[in-house]
């Protein structure tokens, strides 16, 4: 399928270039839908590499990249079910999550985040599994899981261990402090900072570049440069659904959900 | 208030005016951002970003946790220069 356009994703590709467009109000929660979504990206992937260099992830809303996971959704899901049934479908979510990220990250092309605005948990981790993030100058990062008693569930820590130094990902995770796309790039996250509304058209002349390269040497160089780190991935989600399980998160998540604070997203 | 520190208060000001397409001089320093500008905590950190590239400084988001006033905000920076 060489288009789509879901609810929450769309994809085109032209000249070698594969476009994958977050397009979900208010700010590209991922739930159910956009994975669904992004599963059938996955799948339709082996097909769409026959014929492309390179693939950026972008966002077509104004608010910013992604906010992360669908807290919302999460909350009214938990609540529906018995505490068992929660973690299993917790657990689920998480497997079926980390094996569209794991596709993304592992896949041959080169990919090219990118971003603007907010890019929060579950969006972070998203912009993390790509090989390059190019970020405009709105750009906002964070961790915010501490808050609500997790951690990030979605690959992020074993994903900025693998690319920065630990000192930095402790700070990011252990202060949940946002960051703007100037410090993202003096810590090694970011490669490339760009005026405001840049970032797409930045983007696509990169991969521009990329698609002048053999793609078989492209993809060895990935491959060698940037292993998945399978392990930690894995207990990742062991320890997110340990910690689900915990009164700390169900009281997290209701108050970021019946919040009337007008900082919710203020950690 | 020093020179500076004003001067910081004002360019918080023009900024914010500037973002959100509202008239500078219906801005006032006491006022809470939130509710004058009708902004939410999402269009607040933008508002923070561009005030860190402004200023050229972190200013961590819990730094910013009950400050909703432009001269609170603007005490903030001013720890920061």
């Given at each position: 399928m060489n288009e789509f356009h879901g609810q929450a994703v769309s994809w085109s590709i032209k000249d070698g270039v594969i476009e994958l467009a977050l397009r979900r109000?208010?700010?590209?929660?991922?739930g159910s839908q956009s994975l669904a979504e992004l599963e059938r990206f996955t799948d339709a992937l082996p097909e769409l590499e026959q014929s492309a260099s390179s693939i950026i992830l972008y966002s077509d809303?104004?608010?910013?990249f992604c906010a992360g996971a669908d807290l919302r959704e999460l909350h009214r899901r938990s609540q529906e079910m018995a505490k068992t049934d929660a973690v299993s479908g917790v657990r689920q979510f998480l497997e079926r999550t980390h094996h569209v990220m794991n596709t993304l990250d592992a896949s041959p092309l080169t990919t090219v985040a990118a971003v603007h605005g907010i890019v929060f948990g579950g969006g972070l981790e998203l912009a993390l599994v790509c090989d390059i993030i190019i970020a405009d100058k709105t750009a906002r990062f964070c961790f915010p899981e501490l808050r609500l008693?997790?951690?990030?569930?979605?690959g992020g820590i074993p994903r900025l261990r693998r690319d920065l130094g630990n000192a930095v990902v402790r700070d990011l995770l252990l202060t949940g402090r946002g960051f703007n796309a100037t410090k993202a790039q003096q810590i090694g996250l970011v490669s490339q900072v760009v005026g405001e509304g840049e970032a797409l058209r930045v983007a696509r002349s990169t991969a521009e570049q990329i698609g002048k390269f053999d793609r078989q040497t492209s993809a060895a160089a990935k491959k060698f440069l940037k292993p998945l780190p399978h392990d930690q991935l894995r207990r990742e989600i062991d320890i997110f659904c340990d910690l689900f399980t915990r009164p700390a998160v169900e009281a997290g998540l209701k108050k970021f959900v019946e919040s009337t604070d007008t900082q919710p997203y203020l950690p | 208030m020093s020179a500076t520190q004003q001067e910081t208060l004002d360019e918080v000001l023009n900024l914010a005016a500037a973002q959100f397409k509202v008239?500078?001089?219906?801005?006032?320093?006491?006022?809470d951002f939130f509710k004058k500008l009708g902004i939410d905590s999402l269009q607040a950190l933008s508002l923070l970003t561009r005030l860190e590239h402004h200023f050229n400084i972190e200013l961590p988001d819990y730094e910013m946790q009950g400050v909703s006033d432009f001269k609170t905000l603007a005490q903030r920076i001013q720890t920061r220069l």
């Open positions: 109000e208010p700010c590209n929660e991922i809303l104004r608010c910013g008693g997790l951690i990030p569930g979605f | 008239p500078r001089e219906s801005l006032a320093p006491d006022d």
